[in-house]
């Protein structure tokens, strides 16, 4: 039944997805909360984000609990590994302190050994922030609350760009 066959393919393209950014949180940026971290994106990434992804991680086979990651269309061809930066841009994540006055982003990482200190601040991956001033240090905006974060310290967060507005 074409019905069925669709809907298998759509689950297991999302299944796919899933894993491969698990495998990209847990061994290219370290962290424990892979599988909620894969959970809030894997429905923003495009075709072509999936296909950089898989690339990029070399075509994996398992997720980090072990579980098998269905071959995508990439798998089979010989790619050159890409850089991880060149994913990043096409997905307009940046370090925060690359990022321009004005801007609204969603927090994607932050270094492990911040992470309580960002945190007690509302800084947590998913969260949406905002960039109120970044001269001569950056004013950031979560919620309600405005939080002074030195340059060097904007540099250990990398955020997803939404969009840049005037705050009002
Ligand atoms: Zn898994
Ligand atoms: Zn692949």
Known sequence: MGFTKKGEQIARELVRKHRLWEVFFHDVLGLKEFNEMADSVEHDSNENVE??????????????DGKPIPRGACCG???RRKTGWGLFQRMDIKR??????????RVV???EKFF????????IPGFIIYVKEIFPGFIIKVDH??????????????VQVLHQQQDT
């Not at 309580?116 to 800084?123: A, H, L, M, P, Y």
């Not at 609350?145 to 990398?158: G, H, M, P, S």
């Open 77 to 79: 061809r010989r790619f």
């Open 109 to 111: 990482c932050l270094r």
């Open 116 to 123: 309580s200190r960002f945190s007690s601040f509302g800084i």
């Open 96 to 105: 925060l302190c690359d990022v321009e006055k004005g801007t609204r982003a």
């Open 145 to 158: 609350t405005e939080i002074a974060l030195d340059r060097q310290l904007c540099c250990e967060i990398l």
């Open 51 to 64: 296909e950089s992804l898989c690339d990029f991680l070399d075509h994996p086979q398992q997720c980090p």
